[in-house]
């Protein structure tokens, strides 16, 4: 060994690594590769491990979380793609990599493919079923336009919706082309469907995007899958109107329905009025003739049926008839009733003579008579009437006496009755200051035997009761009440005592 080799200075292994990590990235600070995307890794962090290889060679890369939501095309398994980013080295294992800002399609054959990979994916979801799709109204009130608010698209909407079907449009502007299309118009759909029965601004009927013409790049914004999954999740019907007619994005598929223009997305989101218009007279019309018809049929089928009634003359006829005949046989019938009363009026009217009207006058007269005898009103049957009349108020006195006298008997002996029942009253005695004894059981104790040493009664007073026990001891003496000494009336011409 050489002294120049031997007095070289050794580096250590940290600071070989860390030179040639300086060297490459100041050497190769941004570089464009190209290549296809294998081994892609989406760590826990966020971050994304991946490798791209060509047929020769290969290299490691590296997306940083903050990167990954902002790249153009998402990695993909077998997807060519162009990366930019910068060469570095990773010193704990020797290896070098490419750390990845952007990450975009390698020309319309990836894009395409991508694609299709997509739509396939979001069809075995459902996504595209045709029975999903909602109906487009026929007559809506507020069309909402997602489109730009600059260029020819909006202009020709407004202008289609207002030759066709005038009503309120709402605009909600976005950019329709670029990196932030895509989540533009994903909002704008999101915002539509927010709006409330309680907004200030009224929810539309139907939704229209909207774009122009133009190249697969320009379009790709609308082949996003949150785009198509915000159109699929939507409850207001969506109408896609991207690009021409041979244009065709992943919205297309899942929308309610396509138009191949913009033009015809406003055509198909409103009606034309003066069609409605001549529709509804056109019905007018037809209602007017139909109802025409009707009556004439109505009034031909009355003419039919009226021609096999017979005529009002013929029934009346034999009535009238009838009427007629009774009518002519009705004065001779109430002649006939007239005489054949007078008749039987003349035959009753001979019996009655004033000899059948006095007999029963006689015989009443006798029934008094012999009445007047039974009362001894009367001895002699011969008495003039006169005679009669002069002794029948004497007779009515005496009957007044009598009844009178009848009257007061009955009144003392009632009298006489009421005394003897409060005579015998069995509670009058305790008016007086007696009390009945009563046993315990409420019987009566009719005698001083039948009560028992130390037994509980009840004495019954006039108005209250009290117990009691019987006891066989002496009772001291009742103490004599003091008698009330009536004052002494004072003589005439005396003042008396004062004490």
Known sequence: MTDSASNAAAFSVSELAFSLKRTLEDSYGHVRLRGEVSKVTRHSSGHVYLTLKDDKAAIDGVIWKGVVRGLACQPEQGLEVIATGKITTFPASSKYQIVIDSLEPAGIGALLAQLERLKAKLQVEGLFDPAKKRPIPPMPTVIGVITSPTGAVIRDILHRIRERWPCHVLVWPVVVQGDQAAQQVAAAIAGFNGLGPDSKVSRPDVLIVARGGGSVEDLWAFNDEALARAVAASDIPVISAVGHETDTTLIDFVSDRRAPTPTAAAEMASPVLAELKAAVMDLDRRLMRAGGRLLEDRRVRLSATSRGLPRPADLLSVASQRFDLSAGRLNAALERNVSLHDRDLMRFAARLTPSLLDRPRRLKAERLSDLASRLGLATRRSADQAERRAKLPDLAARMTGAVERRLLAATERLSGLDKLRLSLDPNRPLELGFARVHH????????????????????????????????????????????????????????????
């Open 440 to 499: 315990a059981d409420g019987t009566l104790a009719r005698s001083g035997a039948e009560l028992a040493e130390g037994e509980a009664v009840r004495l019954v007073f006039a108005h209250d009761s009290r117990q009691a026990l019987i006891s066989d001891a002496a009772a001291p003496p009742p103490t004599a009440r003091p008698q009330k000494v009536p004052p002494k009336k004072a003589t005439e011409g005396s003042q008396g005592s004062l004490f």
